[in-house]
Each structure stands twice: as C-alpha cells, then as structure tokens.
C-alpha cells in the first residue's frame, strides 16, 4: 500500500473518526450511476455486470462523478449482488427491471448449490483490482470507500429471486427454516469479512456494509437475523485488519428504515450510522449516542426541488446535525432521473454553509 498517492482530501476520514473538521464532508450514495450521461453512454456499451467486472470501466465511471463534484469520496462501482455470485448464484441485471436470479433459493434444499466456503480471491479478485488501480487514478484527491451488502439485505435477494416490496418469501424462511436461515446468514457474513479485508488489501479507505432491507423486519427479527451479522462482521473485520497490519479503516452501517434500533447500531461497533429520510437528525444523535458520527440524510425527492429549496434544505440538515461527527448524503442512493445541476448545489452548499473556523 506504501505505494498508492499521499491522500489529500481526509475530511470524510476524520469525521468519520469523530475528529474535528473544517468544513462537513460530503458524498452520494450511487453517485456513480445513470443520472450521468457519461454514465449511461458507458452503459450502452457494456452489460452492467461487465463494467463491474473489467477494472478500467469500474474505475473509469467511479470517477466520473469526481470530474463534475466537488465530493468527498469516491465509492467504487461495484454492486452487493457480487457476493451471491461468488457463492455461485446466477445474476443478471434487466434492463427496466433491476436484479433477476433466474434459479433463487426456493427452501434449504437449495442452498446444497451454494458455495458456503469461498475463494474470495478468485471470485472477487476483480473487484480488488478496480480498488488498485481507482485509488492510483485517485491521486489522492479523495478517500475511496468500498462496501458489501449485510447478510440479511443479500439473504433476501437470494431467497426472493429479485427487488420486492413485501420481501414475504425471504421473511417466510425466518419463521419456517431458522436454524436454515442462520446457516445461510452465517456463511454470507463470513464471506463479507474476507471481502471487506480484500478491499482494504487492496486500497479501500473506509468501507460501508448496506443493510438495504432492514425496515422490513420487527424489532425481535432484526435484532436477531440482522444486527448479530452486522455487529460481527465489524468486530471479526477488526480482529482481521489487526491481525494481517492493515489500516483500521472506518466502517458505516447503514440500516435503512431501522429507526427502531439506533442505540443498537450505535454500540454495534461501526465509526458511522447511516439514516436515511425519515430520521429527524437530532434525534437520531441522540438516540446512537456519543462518540459516533452520522451520515444522510437528505430525501433524494429533494433534489427535484428548485436549487434555491435545495439549498434551503442543506440549511436545515446543519442546523438540525451540527457540523461536527456529520457526513451530509442523502437518505438513499440518488434517482436515474435527476438533474445532475441539482446534485452539484447540494454538494455545494453542504461545503459553503459548513464552513467555519477550526
């Protein structure tokens, strides 16, 4: 790693850490995605798997928006639904549609087809690559953040076949097939962590877990088949950066809908608690406790708005999260639809009007 470009932009990084920053950092969830033009032009070329796939294209639209944005970080273009295909689930992506396994796990019989151990650098090498070479292309301009979807949002996935607004098959699994269903959750947590490692191996600064579904669950359900798993990835990934003397990179969960359990998420041993829309700021800082810094959570239907209601907006979240132990993004990953001008003021104003003298 001694060789990757002296980082010049460390403000995600040490808010992250709770440390004092000059102005609040800021970054987007999908930032990266069909919004862009240049995006979708690189799109019309490549199946999206392949881009995820081919190092120089996840690097290439990984830094696309950074040419346009004055953004805190960069993610890597990847999606969560690689871990599935490592384990040895088809996936495809359907233009209008989204996901689609075309064989999903239908009961625990199925999971015989799985690869519960996995050569995480064989099936997964790629993505490392596209970390290399994005955080050399980087030139430290900012901190790269990798990521993995949490156990249950790819549990769910694997068991539903696809997107769903009831997500009933997967929960049916949690009331019928329990000790099956921590089997499964078992053997995706231990392939997260040593694809967490992976990317911090190779050059991710920060990683962030995605707990996508979290909302569909009760308060017992996600205590029990969600927060475990994420509370064991972040304290195994830690034993595992210690043991192999790589960086103690900061780590973001982020539970969407999970209002009832922020004091859980806030003592489950991640440096950052994601909230998404819905969460009144100050409560939510109050609810995840001191020494741990939130990131959102403007609505993405915001920016819709006009620029002069964006900003007005930007307004609101620092006076509502203060601007210390606060990473600005929205409360999801950004629309196909948006006006790019539109998230530019956001990025803006989150810079003009947090400012201030350290």
């Known amino acids: 790693m001694a060789d990757f470009p002296e980082l010049k932009n460390d ?13 609040v950092p800021v970054w987007v969830m ?3 995605g069909r919004y862009l033009p240049e995006f979708r032009a690189t799109r019309e070329k490549h199946d999206f798997f392949t881009i995820c796939r081919t190092p120089e294209l996840a690097c290439e639209v990984t830094l696309q928006p950074l040419a346009r944005f004055d953004l805190d970080a960069a993610i890597i273009f990847s999606d969560i639904l690689v871990v599935p295909q490592a384990m040895g689930m088809t996936v495809e ?14 009961s625990p019989e199925d999971m015989k087809k799985l690869s519960l151990s996995v050569d995480v650098d064989k099936e997964l090498g790629y993505v490392f690559s ?21 156990p249950w949002t790819l ?15 997967a929960k049916a699994w949690l009331y019928r097939h329990k000790d099956a269903s921590h089997q499964l959750l078992q053997a995706i947590t231990d392939v997260c962590v040593e694809y967490l490692e992976g990317q911090v191996k190779a050059g991710a600064q920060a990683l962030q877990v995605f707990e996508s579904h979290a909302g569909i669950l009760g308060t017992k359900q996600f205590e029990e088949f969600s927060l475990l798993y994420l509370t064991q990835i972040a304290n195994k990934l830690r034993e595992r950066l210690q043991q192999s003397g790589l960086p103690n990179v900061p780590l973001i969960v982020f539970a969407k809908g999970a209002h ?9 041993g991640y440096d950052v608690v994601g909230i998404d829309w819905t969460h009144d ?8 406790g001191g020494g741990v810094c939130l990131q959102g959570n403007l609505d993405p239907c915001a920016l819709y708005g006009s620029k002069e209601d964006i900003v007005g907006r930007v ?14 993004n929205l409360g999801h990953g950004i629309y196909p639809d948006m006006d790019p001008e539109h998230l530019k003021v956001f990025v803006d104003s989150v810079h003009s009007l947090s400012q201030q003298s350290v």
């Open 11 to 23: 403000l995600l990084l040490r808010a992250a850490r709770g440390e004092t920053v000059e102005r």
């Open 260 to 268: 009832y359990a922020l004091p859980d998420l806030g003592s489950s």
């Open 315 to 328: 307004q609101e979240m620092v006076r509502g999260f203060g601007r210390q132990s606060w990473i600005a």
């Open 93 to 106: 992506m359907v233009k209008g549609k989204g996901p689609h396994f075309p064989e999903r796990l239908d």
């Open 281 to 288: 700021p100050s409560e939510a800082r109050r609810a995840v």
């Open 30 to 32: 999908r930032q990266a």
């Open 155 to 169: 549990m769910s996935y694997m068991i539903e076949g696809g997107g769903s607004n009831t997500i009933s098959r």
């Open 130 to 150: 596209a970390i290399s070479l994005t955080r050399r292309r980087l030139e430290g301009k900012v901190p790269l953040i990798g990521f993995c979807g949490a």
